[in-house]
């Protein structure tokens, strides 16, 4: 039955989005970041972007990302991303194991909310970015 299910909360796996040092302004890159003290495996990665500019509707392509493992206290980068899609939501999932268990979470960064005004210092890569986890 459904209410049998288990579902285990994801813990100190983030997802950031920050300038990549010594590029030109519209060079961003979405990390992973394993804030965990043990490796994730099996990690996938899906992404969109979708949203509405100017009164049209718009989607991006939707991309897939596999890594074998990531290591403790390890922020990997998933892929670039440019400047002109943030204002649409920027979604995405990652799924993950820890030992046996499966773990699943979706994270999204609304439109406008990669901007300066929102940066933090990002772990692991010590650089301004905006981070959810």
Do not use: C
């Not at 040092?21 to 979405?30: A, L, M, T």
């Not at 099996?42 to 509405?52: A, C, H, K, L, Q």
């Not at 799924?95 to 773990?103: A, N, P, R, T």
């Amino acid at each position: 039955m459904k209410k049998d299910l288990e579902i285990p909360q994801v813990e100190n796996v983030a997802v950031a989005i920050v300038k990549e040092p010594n590029r030109d302004d519209d060079e961003w890159g979405v990390y992973l970041i394993n804030l965990k003290n043990e490796p994730i495996s099996n990690v996938f990665v899906t992404s969109t972007g979708y949203g509405e500019v100017n009164g049209e509707r718009l989607k991006t392509s939707t991309l897939r990302h596999f890594f074998e493992t990531v290591a403790p206290d390890t922020a990997i980068k998933v892929e670039p991303i440019m400047d002109f899609t943030f204002g649409l939501s920027n979604e995405y999932w990652v799924s993950f194991y820890v030992g046996e268990q499966i773990y699943d979470k979706q994270y999204v960064f609304l439109p406008e909310t990669i901007n300066p005004s929102n940066f933090t210092r990002i772990p692991l890569l010590d650089r301004k970015g905006v981070m959810i986890g």
